[in-house]
C-alpha cells in the first residue's frame, strides 16, 4: 500500500498518541477525610488528577485513538501498490509520407509486439491502440511525420502500462527524416526516463517527377515571369489569374490537384500598404498596395503580411487536393517578379497541399539524444500518481464518523 500524502498519516498517529498520553493522567474519587463541617464543601462528586501506571477507559481510549487514526489515513490518500513484473514494449509506428517500404514498417513492429505490449501509430499526429491487428493494415499517409507527437502519445501509454511492469521499453520503427523533427521534440524526449530503442526503416524517395504547372491568365499578367519553370513536384498545379471556374475546383478535387487563386491585380482601390510578405523562412520587402479580404471557411493560414494579417490561405479539397487564395498583388513595373526572394515565395505558394518533404535522415548526433542511455525506463518511474480521492479514503473517513459518533455515548455510559 502506498500513500499520496504520508504527512496526513503521522498527524493522525500523533493526535492518538496524544489522547493515550492523556488517558494516563485519569481524574479518581480522592481519599474520604472527616472534616468538623460541611458547610464549604460544595455539593457535587469531588475529583481530583492522579497520575495512574496504567491508563483508565481503555474501551474509550482505543476508540478515541482509530478514529484519529482512521482520519490520518483517509487523508493520507491510500491505494494498493499494483504487482509488478516483466517489461512491457511501447511500439510507435511510423505511417507518414517518409516511410519508403509499408511492409518493412510493418514487419518491424509485428516481430517486436507481445501480448501486453502497445502500439502508437503516428504521422503528424498519434494515436494509441493496443491491439497487434491494428497495424495488420498499415498503410501510408500523406501527412508529414512527427516525432514529438509519437514520443508524446508514448508517454500517455506508458502511464497505462507502468502500473504492471517492473521496466517499459520504448521502440520507435521509422526511417527517421529530418523533417519529423521539431523545435519540440528535445524537450518532449527529455520527459521519457529510459533510453530509446530506434528502429530504422526505408525512406521514401525523393520527388524526381518534374511538371510545369499551368498558368491561366492574360497575356500581360506579371505573374507570367514568376518562375512557373518545371520543378520536381508530387501534385499537379494549376495557377488562375483572376476569376477561377467552378470547373477548377472539381479538377483539385478529383485529380488531387494544387489550385492556385492568385489574382495579379485586385479590383478596388487599396485599402494600405503592408511592407512585406513572410512564408515559412522566406521573406519578400516590398511595399504591397493591398486590400482586405474576409477570412475563408476551414482555411489555413500559409502566409501573412508583416503584420500579420494572412496574405495566402489554403483549404482542403477532397481527399489529395487543396484550393490556395493568395491576396499578394504583383505590381506591373517593377522588377519585383524577378527577385530570388520573390521566386523562393512562389515555390512555397506552389508546393504540394502538405508541403515539401525533406528526404534528408536525421544526424547521428540527433539520433544519439533520441536513443539516449542508460536503462529502460522503470515502471514505478513513470507510473500515474495516486488518486486524489481512492475507494478506501472514503472506507476509512465512514468509520472515523462512527467512531466520532459514538464516543459520547459511550462516555456517558463511562460517566
Known sequence: MTFGAPLWLALGALGAAVVVALHFLARQRPRAVDFPTARFIPERVARAPSRALKPSDLLLLALRAMALIFLGAAFARPAWSPSRSGTVRIVAVDRSRAVGNVAEARDSA????????????????????????????????RAAGSLSAALVAAERAGVAVARTADSVELVIVSPFAREEWDAATEAIRTLWPGRVRLVRVAMAAADTIRVTPEFRGAADDPLRTGGFGARPVAQAVRIVSGESAPADSVWAAEQ???LVRWPARIAGTPSD?????VLGDDVVVAPFARQPVPPTAAARVIARWGDGAPAATQRAAGARGCIRD?????????DLVLRESFRRLVAGLLAPCDGVRDGRSLGDSTLAQLRGAGALAAGAKIDSPVDAVTPLSRWLLAAAALLLVAEPLLRRRAA
Not at 500598404?273 to 510578405?277: F, M
Not at 493568395?326 to 517593377?334: E, K, N, R
Request: net charge neutral.
Open 110 to 141: 509485428m516481430a517486436l509486439l507481445g501480448a501486453r505490449d502497445r502500439v502508437v501509430l503516428f504521422d503528424s499526429t498519434a494515436q494509441v491502440v493496443s491491439a497487434r491487428d491494428s497495424i495488420v493494415g498499415l498503410t501510408i499517409t
Open 256 to 258: 488531387g490537384g494544387v
Open 273 to 277: 500598404t503592408a511592407g512585406a510578405v
Open 326 to 334: 493568395v491576396t499578394i498583388p504583383v505590381p506591373t513595373a517593377g
